[in-house]
């Protein structure tokens, strides 16, 4: 399959963000590198096609998300 | 007074969360995307929203793990080495930092072939001239 370094990335600016949002110190700080990765979206994304191509579908609806959301959510 | 105060608080609050949501969407609609011609599939709105909505809340679950680890080690700090031990139960997140690596120590090598390369070069120009020194001497 395509390599995880090939898909569009998070900018990073957007990561630190989001992530700061949550940090319940204020002083808490960091230089978040690797965390631009497609990760869990990649995953959640190719996993519901997958889905979709084992129901014979040519669409991806939320119930094929749904299907593989429990699995997911466990490996990660 | 003061409740109107908090009340703009909230709002503005409030809005942030929406824009780094919907910045969240965007880049998830364009992975969603790379995907979806990759396999040659379609994505109903609903699914990307969907995902969107996943990959928010596992921001959250990230923060909190990373802040946490970095205190554990005293540090307000986060680094590498927390984001390396978050990424341990996460295969994806090991997979790209371990590709990432590759890239990293590939182009290092480059970089040392063309040094080692540059080298040898200059060195055999400098042997040659020497060599031709000596032998002149020789005589």
Redesign the interface.
């Known amino acids: 399959g395509k390599r995880l370094t090939d898909m569009p990335s998070v900018p990073q600016e957007l990561v630190s963000k989001l992530l700061h949002l949550h940090f319940k110190d204020k002083k808490t700080k960091g230089v978040f590198l690797y965390l631009s990765s497609p990760g869990i979206t990649a995953e959640a994304a190719i996993r519901s096609v997958r889905q979709a191509q084992a129901e014979g579908l040519a669409h991806v609806d939320v119930e094929q998300l749904e299907k593989v959301l429990p699995q997911l959510l466990l490996d990660f | 007074m003061m409740e109107e105060e908090e009340w703009s608080e909230e709002q503005q609050r409030f809005s942030y ?1 929406q824009r ?1 949501k919907a ?2 969407h965007y ?2 609609g ?3 995307e ?3 011609s ?2 040659d ?4 709105k ?2 990307i929203a ?2 969107s909505e ?3 809340g ?3 679950n ?3 793990d ?2 946490m680890f ?2 554990h080690a005293k540090r ?5 080495e ?2 390396k031990l978050l ?1 341990r ?5 090991l ?3 371990t ?2 690596n590759e ?1 990293i120590a590939q182009l290092n090598l480059e970089k040392k072939a063309k040094k080692k390369k540059k080298l040898e070069d200059e060195n055999r120009n400098s042997v040659e001239s020497a060599e031709a020194g000596v032998e002149e001497s020789e005589n």
């Open positions: 969360l780094l910045a969240v880049t998830v364009c992975l969603c790379e995907v979806a990759d396999k599939m379609q994505f109903s609903q699914t969907a995902i996943v990959t928010f596992q921001c959250e990230f923060a909190k990373l802040e970095a205190r307000s700090t986060i680094n590498t927390d984001v990424a139960r996460s295969h994806s997140l997979k790209y930092i590709e990432k890239d």
